[in-house]
């Protein structure tokens, strides 16, 4: 695995740093993974840093924050420390306005425990000096970053996977789909019926019935589609409350916990699809951080591969808008046509 660091900017790049604001401005911290070298289009970009309560005030006031009622997630105080209160549609919401998304549970596996291989970022010893969990007594969330100790050795990588806040995946927990959904007490794993109602809903449609395997099991991604909203996910990282080998938790879509918050990833061909999609023009500090972006490490190779490898799909919308124009051009690359793309 490898994390990059940030070098110098291009010459074609105001040298001050743009702050962390606005729609761009997760461009600015997020932390290249090569997980499927010869695979660009899915090289994978974490953020840094969970969002943080600054992060969270700017989008409470965006028509995007307004659709989720953002504004009613508590996010005063100082503007570096982590956000929690966030549900699950929240969340999303926010990952979409910063071109981003929530992280799948083997996605995390990979930036925070070198896929399994070790327990902590930083090796498989219990260190209370190395992040915000209950070990260190402070029982608050601290601003994001400080734990320096806490990440993995070498380049930029991100801080507080373990400890500070836990975060949001999409996955769902691994016992929805068992069919028993008991546990030790005989009480139900899912009040909502879990697996049995999700198959009955599907089997409740004739146009999907008719497509189960054998003994009518269908396909796990439909049962997820027919309750999805309902399930819960997994959470994961321990945070200030919880010790540090808890790294596993659960919560349903609609819940809201202080010791619960956000981190965001993209693959790169995901980032490059938003970022076309962008009708806006961009501003003057929007157009720095993306060049900003661009010109650090390896991003501007990775992603002009993942550009080509997406147009020759089709895969890449028509690229004839502002955000998009500004990256074909800073990339090198062939604008898409727009009879030629498709559309998401």
């Not at 799948?104 to 291989?117: I, V």
């Not at 796990?220 to 027919?226: F, G």
């Not at 879509?253 to 961009?282: F, H, I, K, M, N």
């Amino acid at each position: 695995m490898l994390g990059c660091a940030e070098r110098g900017p291009a010459p074609d790049v105001a040298a001050a740093t743009p702050p962390r604001s606005g729609r761009f401005g997760s461009l600015r911290d997020l932390v290249l993974f090569d997980r499927e070298p010869g695979a660009p289009a899915r090289a994978l970009f974490c953020d840094r840093f969970e969002v943080t309560r600054g992060d969270w005030v700017e989008f409470a006031a965006t028509a995007a924050g307004r659709d989720v009622a953002a504004a009613r997630v508590p996010a005063d105080g100082e503007p570096s420390l982590a956000v929690g209160m966030v549900d699950l549609p929240q969340a999303r919401a926010f990952a979409r306005w910063r071109f981003l998304r929530l992280p799948r549970r083997d996605e995390w596996l990979f930036l925070a425990l070198d896929g399994g291989r070790s327990m902590f970022p930083w090796g498989d010893r219990v260190d209370p000096s190395r992040a915000n969990t209950a070990e260190l007594g402070l029982w608050q969330p601290t601003p994001v970053g400080t734990f320096e100790s806490g990440r993995q050795a070498g380049g930029g990588n991100p801080y507080d996977l373990i400890g500070n806040v836990s975060e949001w995946t999409e996955s769902p927990v691994s016992w929805w789909c068992d069919p028993r959904q008991e546990i030790a007490g005989g009480q139900p794993l899912d009040p909502l019926g879990g697996l049995a109602r999700a198959r009955a809903a599907v089997a409740a449609t004739p146009a999907l019935a008719a497509w189960c395997g054998p003994a009518g099991l269908p396909p796990a991604a439909w049962l997820l589609a027919a309750v999805g909203e309902r399930v819960p996910r997994e959470v994961v990282g321990a945070d200030f409350a919880t010790p540090m080998t808890d790294k596993w938790d659960h919560a349903v879509p609609e819940e809201r916990s202080t010791r619960r918050g956000v981190r965001l990833v993209a693959s790169a061909g995901e980032l490059l699809v938003a970022l076309c999609e962008c009708p806006d023009e961009p501003t003057p500090v929007d157009r720095t951080q993306a060049l900003r972006f661009l010109a650090r490490d390896a991003h501007r190779e990775v992603l002009a591969a993942a550009w080509r490898a997406l147009a020759a799909r089709g895969a890449l919308p028509a690229t004839d808008r502002p955000v998009a124009r500004l990256l074909a051009d800073a990339l090198g690359v062939a604008p898409v046509a727009a009879a030629g793309g498709a559309r998401r």
